[in-house]
C-alpha cells in the first residue's frame, strides 16, 4: 500500500505544480520596476534654433582677421522703434565655436523685448588671450555704430555667457571704460561699455583656478601656465577688475555645475562696493544648463527680468 501512497501522492503534487505554472503563464507579465530616477531630475532635452516670427537674422562682419573674420549675429525686430540690447558670448572652454547652441536662448529673450545677438569672437585654437576679450569689445562698439540699423538704443546695451563665455562676459562688464582692453580692433569712435551683466557657470578668479594645476584649456587660451605667468591669469580674471562704478552683474548657475570659482568672493566685493549682485542657482540643472529646457526657460526668465529693471522696455513706434 504504501508504495502506491507514494505514487499518488507524487501524480497530485505535479498536477498541482503544472496547474499552477499554466494559471501563471495566463496572466500579464509585469516588467521588473526600476530604480527611480527621481532625485536625477529631467533629461537633457536638445534645442534647435529657429528665428522668431517678426524677427529678421542678420549677420555683421566686426572685424576680418587671417584666421578668423569675427561676426556678429543680430536678431532684429520687424517692427518700428528702438530696443535695448544683450550681447551674448558663447562657451566652449574658449576652443569650440558654439554661437549656434545659444541661439535658442537668445531667440527667446528676443521675444521679451530685446535686440539679441551673438559674437564669433577668435577661438584659442585661432588667437591667444586677449584676442577674444579684444573681439568683445570690438563687437559692443559695432552694435552701437550699426544702432540706427539694428533698432538699438545705444544706451541700453548688456551682456551674458556661460562657461567660457561667462568668463568673457564678466572680464567685459567689469573692464568697461579700462582702455587697456579695447584692442585694435575697429570702430575705436563708439563706446563698448554694458549697463548690466549676466554671467552663468563660469570662472571669475582663473588664479584660484588654476595655480599648481595644468589645465589644457587654459594653457591653449593663454599659451603658458598659471605658475609661468601668474600677472596675465590674475589680469584676466573679472574679479580682479571689481571696482566703483561697474554695472549691476548677476550670477546663474546649475546645482550640478561646478565651474564657479571665485564667484563667491566677486559678488562679495561687489556687495562691499554697494553694486547689485546675486545668484541663482537652478535646481537638478547640469553644465552647460542654458542649452536645454527646462533649464533654459527659467535662464530666460531671470534674464529677462534683469535686464528689463536694468536696460527697460522697448519704445514702439
Not at 545659444?102 to 559674437?119: I, S, W
Not at 554694458?194 to 557657470?201: D, Q, S, T, Y
Not at 556687495?271 to 526657460?297: N, Q, R, Y
Request: hydrophobic share 40%.
Amino acid at each position: 500500500m504504501k508504495p502506491l501512497l507514494l505514487l499518488s501522492l507524487s501524480l497530485s503534487l505535479a498536477l498541482a505544480a503544472s496547474a499552477a505554472q499554466a494559471a501563471e503563464a495566463t496572466q500579464p507579465a509585469t516588467a521588473k520596476p526600476k530604480p527611480s530616477t527621481a532625485n536625477e531630475g529631467p533629461k537633457w532635452k536638445k534645442l534647435n534654433p529657429q528665428t522668431p516670427a517678426g524677427f529678421t537674422l542678420k549677420t555683421l562682419e566686426v572685424a576680418k582677421y587671417p584666421e578668423h573674420t569675427v561676426e556678429l549675429y543680430v536678431y532684429v525686430p520687424e517692427a518700428e522703434g528702438t530696443w535695448p540690447c544683450i550681447l551674448d558670448i558663447h562657451g566652449g572652454g574658449w576652443q569650440k565655436r558654439q554661437v549656434e547652441a545659444d541661439k535658442p536662448m537668445m531667440e527667446r529673450l528676443a521675444q521679451r523685448g530685446f535686440v539679441t545677438a551673438l559674437v564669433s569672437y577668435r577661438l584659442s585654437t585661432e588667437a591667444k588671450y586677449p584676442a577674444a576679450i579684444h573681439d568683445c569689445k570690438a563687437a559692443l562698439r559695432c552694435l552701437r555704430a550699426h544702432a540706427k540699423e539694428l533698432k538699438i538704443d545705444p544706451e541700453r546695451i548688456g551682456c551674458m555667457g556661460g562657461s567660457a563665455g561667462g568668463h568673457l562676459s564678466g572680464l567685459t562688464a567689469m573692464t568697461s571704460g579700462l582702455p587697456e582692453f579695447e584692442g585694435q580692433g575697429p570702430f575705436k569712435d563708439q563706446s563698448s561699455t554694458v549697463k548690466a551683466a549676466i554671467v552663468m557657470a563660469a570662472t571669475q578668479d582663473l588664479v584660484a583656478a588654476n595655480l599648481g594645476k595644468k589645465n589644457e584649456s587654459s594653457l591653449l587660451f593663454f599659451g603658458v601656465t598659471c605658475d609661468e605667468n601668474p600677472e596675465l591669469y590674475k589680469a584676466a580674471s573679472p574679479i580682479t577688475h571689481v571696482r566703483a562704478g561697474v554695472p549691476p552683474t548677476i550670477f546663474i548657475e546649475g546645482e550640478k555645475d561646478t565651474l564657479k570659482v571665485g564667484r563667491a568672493e566677486m559678488m562679495k566685493k561687489l556687495k562691499s562696493l554697494g553694486i547689485e549682485t546675486e545668484v541663482h542657482t537652478l535646481k537638478f540643472a547640469p553644465h552647460p544648463f542654458w542649452m536645454s529646457d527646462p533649464w533654459c526657460a527659467e535662464t530666460v526668465e531671470i534674464a529677462a527680468a534683469f535686464f528689463k529693471k536694468h536696460l527697460g522696455e522697448p519704445v514702439v513706434k
